[in-house]
């Protein structure tokens, strides 16, 4: 169960340096927002979060956006996919030292959680204001996260290569598949492994049979949020 803080209540509790207070006052002049304490990978962590993502994609659909990631609402939500990826990761071995890099972060819930389970993390997202929150969040991490702008169709990224790749409901839309699969062709290292969750959508079928004629080894398998909704399905994607 996640507690509200008042923004007052917060400031006092959770003192920010200079740099964080201006990045807090940025998000405020953008979107509505709250903050909270919500369990992450066993921690009590604090969350701050936007109150309403549904007026964000009417505000996107009303102001004729031009249908981009960058302009993309759909980041301001935490989506079940997060929280089953985060408790898949939970069930692993430890993570500590292992390089970790997930693709469209939104708000950072997944990479959160392997950053507190020891990993190193670089967390993406083609939506500067996703990443905005994002590195709010993550500012107690410190350099366990590196928050980065990322365009999967950009071959010129110099992130580097990684033996974990995360991405919680990236799979959802099917003219997506051959920008993703080149980009994670490009950033995973030799023997690593891709892990993404989606919440057992008929698209997921379609990515599970998509990846393997790309020529990815995929299986299956699944957590139960005990929510009486369907298990998160996490895809695991190896190359030969």
Same mark, same amino acid.
């Given at each position: 169960? /996640?507690?509200?803080?008042?923004?007052?209540?917060? &400031?006092?509790?959770?003192? %920010? &340096? @200079?740099?964080?207070?201006?990045? %807090?006052?940025? =998000? !405020? $002049?953008?979107?509505?927002?709250?903050?909270?304490?919500?369990?992450?990978?066993?921690?009590?962590? @604090?969350? #701050? $979060?936007?109150?309403?993502?549904? $007026?964000?994609?009417?505000? /996107?659909?009303? &102001?004729?956006?031009?249908?981009?990631? !960058?302009?993309? *609402?759909?980041?301001?939500?935490?989506?079940?996919?997060?929280?089953?990826?985060?408790?898949?990761?939970?069930?692993?071995?430890?993570?500590?030292? #292992?390089?970790?890099?997930?693709?469209?972060?939104?708000?950072?819930?997944?990479?959160?959680?392997?950053?507190?389970?020891?990993?190193?993390?670089?967390? #993406?997202? /083609?939506?500067?204001?996703? =990443?905005?929150?994002?590195?709010?969040?993550?500012? +107690?991490?410190?350099?366990?996260?590196?928050?980065?702008?990322?365009?999967?169709?950009? @071959?010129?990224?110099? %992130?580097?290569?990684? *033996?974990?790749?995360?991405? +919680?409901?990236?799979?959802?839309?099917? +003219?997506?598949?051959?920008?993703?699969? @080149?980009?994670?062709?490009?950033? =995973? /290292?030799?023997?690593?492994?891709?892990?993404?969750?989606?919440?057992?959508?008929?698209?997921?079928? $379609?990515?599970?049979?998509?990846?393997?004629?790309?020529?990815?080894?995929?299986?299956? +398998?699944?957590?139960?949020?005990?929510?009486?909704?369907? *298990?998160?399905?996490?895809?695991?994607?190896?190359?030969?």
């Amino acid at each position: 169960m /996640a507690a509200t803080i008042g923004s007052k209540d917060f &400031s006092e509790t959770y003192s %920010l &340096s @200079p740099c964080y207070a201006k990045l %807090l006052q940025r =998000l !405020e $002049r953008h979107v509505t927002i709250e903050h909270l304490v919500i369990e992450i990978a066993g921690r009590k962590y @604090p969350w #701050t $979060r936007v109150v309403d993502p549904d $007026r964000l994609l009417e505000q /996107a659909l009303m &102001s004729g956006i031009d249908g981009s990631v !960058e302009h993309d *609402p759909f980041w301001a939500a935490t989506w079940r996919a997060a929280i089953g990826l985060e408790k898949f990761l939970q069930k692993r071995n430890d993570l500590s030292g #292992t390089k970790v890099l997930e693709l469209g972060g939104g708000s950072g819930r997944a990479g959160i959680a392997a950053a507190i389970l020891g990993a190193d993390v670089t967390i #993406t997202d /083609a939506s500067r204001m996703a =990443l905005m929150i994002c590195r709010f969040n993550a500012r +107690s991490l410190g350099r366990k996260i590196c928050v980065r702008l990322l365009d999967w169709a950009d @071959p010129n990224n110099f %992130l580097g290569r990684f *033996p974990i790749i995360l991405g +919680s409901d990236i799979v959802y839309n099917p +003219s997506l598949y051959p920008i993703l699969e @080149p980009c994670l062709r490009r950033r =995973l /290292a030799d023997g690593g492994v891709v892990w993404l969750s989606e919440p057992q959508r008929h698209t997921g079928d $379609r990515f599970e049979k998509w990846i393997r004629t790309a020529g990815w080894s995929c299986e299956s +398998s699944f957590m139960d949020l005990e929510d009486d909704e369907r *298990p998160i399905r996490i895809f695991e994607c190896r190359l030969p």
